[in-house]
Nanobody
Framework: QVQLVESGGGLVQPGGSLKLSCAASANIFSISNMAWYRQAPGKERELVATILYSGSTNYADSVKGRFTISREYATTTVYLQMNSLQPEDTAVYYC???????????WGQGTQVTVSS
């Protein structure tokens, strides 16, 4: 069974921090590159950060220097540390797993992040 379960979203003031977690089922984690996407109201879903199985990372320009993606192999969990949050970071954040053996994507249910004073 494939599962991606996000947690850690919430309400934070501008300049604050949040850490999102994505607990992935082991059978997917071991054969996938992982990513975080976000979707703000009225906007298309956009890629925030990716991390390959090797550990290599890539970030959207809008979050470089503020967000850090990481993956913990022992617990098959992917994290997104978000610092210096701004109102424009408000969105539903989704965990994504893209298998590197076949062209299949998996999505979590999403977690809401709201940045507001």
């Amino acid at each position: 069974q494939v599962q991606l379960v996000e947690s850690g979203g919430g309400l934070v003031q501008p300049g604050g921090s949040l850490k999102l977690s994505c607990a992935a089922s082991a059978n997917i984690f071991s054969i996938s590159n992982m990513a975080w996407y976000r979707q703000a109201p009225g906007k298309e879903r956009e890629l925030v950060a990716t991390i390959l199985y090797s550990g290599s990372t890539n970030y959207a320009d809008s979050v470089k220097g503020r967000f850090t993606i990481s993956r913990e192999y022992a617990t098959t969990t992917v994290y997104l540390q978000m610092n210096s949050l701004q109102p424009e970071d408000t969105a539903v954040y989704y965990c994504n797993a893209r298998r590197f053996d076949v062209s299949i994507n998996y999505w979590g249910q999403g977690t809401q992040v709201t940045v507001s004073s």
